[in-house]
């Protein structure tokens, strides 16, 4: 490789109260990358101000150029949820800039291999703070090989997973509610009354303990008490994610053949998503509150409890086709029903199934309503679609996809569907499962082009008899539409117009300038957008 072509990979993680960075060689040959320099510093809750001068200034120590960078690499969570957000907003933006690839890691399994790097060997538990309580545990198992993932991403009460291991603490101190008021609906038995906020009692004998367990995790800065029995605590400069843990874990995932940091293509930066194993704490609410009809809380511009995420469901606009698209309330179950009757047949779920699915834990529902996209989406506006599914054991089952035919052929299930895979992808699902008749060639045909595979049958699965095929595959995702209302990303016309207003010779493919990059990520949403500075 030449020193004209870019062979540097970018890392870095803001996932919690820590900027980490990593600037590494990359060795296509073998596969490896060469650590040239990392920084960890605390950032508190100024990252969204330090991470892009601190990147800059540790590719200037190093004398590595922006034209150098090969791949961006990001710590996608799970953590702060508004440190994941910074840290992916940046990400995409640095990446389609420099037009590169964006890989996203792991933020605990970065701390593993930062744990790895610093010769610590054994089993291991990454025990990451997770608000309202709780932590994300994930275990590991260290060798000279590297660090190896034991178990999946999930949220739990700290207490009830400090149980779980048997953990017993030396304090009866009460753990300090760190700004989310009442308990989460997450975290297996943590809710039980007669567990909340009890001292701890001696280890019974019974109890599992490892006394080789090796503990990090920034959860020990509250939580340490409740595990410190359970294992070997590590230093607190392990806690976090480092720069050489990042780019050690893009290295294992480049050598088991899951990425490719010189594969632009196949590393879109759209696709890079976060992991944060639940919902916000605004979209939590709103599925309760349309679960029970509550138009007092959410929407209202006078209200100092309002969010984001409250008017931009109340504010919602249909697209350029028409179709608005908002999580189902308890509103429009009556509507469901009378499409799942017409769609469905004899297999149609009626008023009180439908209303029974609104406001659990484990579900996520969304509607298609048909509406004018000029004015804001009303309670009257018809329902066109519905899709809903239940996350379990990593797993998202789709329960229900119905359209309206007189709506259909406007893409309404695929769109139907991604966003109830993005709910449950935050809810810790992984893969998704279905069934659909045998006979249903055309629902078939678009499963399989969101990457659904055929497993098996189950006979006579459906109340007429007829068999259903079992399909499994990857959350669906699409790429929905960058401008509203319809209107061409690449519009030839008007960029021509915009070029000659600017004074700017182009023969039709060159890019005009100045162009500018907008990224907002500070509340329930992440945005951005390339401007014409004209």
């Known amino acids: 490789m030449d020193d004209a072509t870019p062979s540097y990979v970018l890392a870095f993680d803001t ?53 150098k960078i090969a791949c961006v690499c990001v710590g996608r969570g799970p953590g702060s949820f508004t440190g994941v957000r910074i840290a992916l907003a940046t990400a995409k933006g640095i990446a389609s800039a420099l037009e ?74 009460s753990m300090a509610d760190d700004g989310d008021a009442g308990d989460s609906r997450h975290g297996g038995n943590a809710g039980d009354p007669s567990r909340r906020g009890r001292p701890w009692s001696a280890l019974p004998p019974e109890a599992d303990v490892h006394p080789d367990r090796l503990i ?13 029995s359970a294992g070997a605590l590590l230093p607190e400069a392990l806690w ?56 007092g809380l959410a929407g209202k511009r006078g209200s100092r409890h309002v969010t984001m995420n409250d ?18 309330d308890a509103r429009h179950v009556a509507e469901v029903a009378a499409l799942e009757a017409a769609v469905m047949g004899t297999d149609a779920w009626n008023e009180a199934l439908v209303a029974d699915e609104l406001g659990r834990a484990d579900r996520v529902w969304w509607a298609a309503y048909a509406a004018d996209p000029k004015m ?20 998202l089952q789709i329960l229900k996809v119905g359209v309206d035919p007189a709506w259909r052929r406007h893409g309404i299930a695929r769109v ?32 399989a082009a969101l990457g659904y595979e055929a497993l098996g049958r189950r006979p006579r699965y459906y109340s007429d008899g007829e068999d259903a095929l079992i399909m499994q595959g990857p959350l669906p995702t699409i790429t929905l539409a960058a401008v509203p209302n319809g209107e061409s990303i690449v519009d030839e016309s008007r960029r021509g117009a915009s070029c000659a207003a600017l004074g700017c010779e182009s023969d039709g ?26």
């Not at 608000?131 to 590297?146: A, K, N």
């Not at 990090?216 to 410190?228: I, P, S, V």
């Not at 066109?384 to 996350?391: F, N, R």
């Not at 060159?510 to 014409?532: G, K, N, Q, W, Y």
Request: charged share 25%; proline share 3%.
């Open 15 to 67: 996932a919690n109260e820590v900027i980490a960075i990593g600037l590494g060689r990359l060795d296509a040959a073998a596969r490896s990358i060469e650590l040239v320099a990392s920084v960890e510093v605390e950032a508190r809750r100024a990252s969204n101000t330090q991470l892009v001068p601190r990147i800059d200034e540790l590719c200037a120590r190093a004398g590595v150029a922006r034209e």
């Open 100 to 173: 590169v690839g964006l890989v996203g890691v792991s933020s605990l399994d970065a701390v593993a291999w930062g744990a790895w790097k610093a010769a610590e060997r054994g089993e291991l538990l990454v025990v990451a703070d997770a608000m309202r309580r709780e932590v994300y545990p994930v275990e590991y198992r260290l060798d000279d090989s590297g660090a190896a993932r034991l178990t999946a991403d999930r949220v739990i009460k700290a207490e009830a997973f400090a149980e779980e291991l048997g953990a017993t603490g030396s304090s009866d101190r």
């Open 216 to 228: 990090t995790g920034d959860g020990l800065r509250k939580y340490a008490e409740f595990f410190e």
């Open 240 to 295: 976090t994610p480092t720069g050489a843990g990042l780019l050690l874990a893009l290295q294992a995932a480049w050598q088991a053949g899951e990425c490719d940091p010189f594969d632009a293509a196949l590393h879109d930066p759209a696709f890079a998503l976060p992991v944060y194993t639940r919902l916000s704490d605004a979209e939590e609410n709103e599925r309760v509150r349309l679960a029970r009809i509550d138009d």
């Open 311 to 328: 008017t931009a469901i109340a504010n919602a606009r249909a697209n350029g086709e028409g179709i608005a698209y908002k999580p189902l």
């Open 376 to 395: 804001p989406l009303s309670a009257e506006a018809p329902l066109v679609g519905y899709a809903g599914g239940w996350v379990v054991d990593g797993d």
């Open 416 to 447: 139907l569907l991604a966003r109830v895979a993005d709910d449950a992808r935050n809810l810790g699902a992984r893969t998704s499962s279905l069934e659909v008749r045998t006979g249903n060639a055309g629902a078939q045909a678009l499963y």
């Open 509 to 534: 493919t060159a890019v005009c300038r100045p162009l500018i990059l907008a990224i907002e990520s500070s509340c329930d949403e992440t945005a951005a957008a390339v401007i014409d500075g004209g």
